[in-house]
């Protein structure tokens, strides 16, 4: 009669952690992201209302501020987990 063959013990098992973040987030970065981004929207917006006074007299560089602040809160974003 054939006798069947022992299977290796030696296989491969991938750990059980993969695809799982190694940290959690800093607890800065969440409320820095929301901060850039209100004060961005804010500061567009109060210049749009208004009519180019606010909030400081440089005419078009305000909105170029604004997009600042928007964009800073973006890349904020982009590291978290």
Known sequence: ???SKKRDKDVYKAPRNIGK??????KWLVP???TLLIVGLTWI???YITAANWPLPIGNY????GFVFLGG???VL???K
């Open 21 to 26: 973040p190694e940290s959690e987030n800093p």
């Open 1 to 3: 009669m054939a006798v």
């Open 62 to 65: 305000n909105l170029l501020i």
């Open 78 to 80: 982009t590291r978290w």
């Open 45 to 47: 917006v109060i210049y």
């Open 73 to 75: 809160g973006m890349v």
């Open 32 to 34: 820095t992201a929301l």
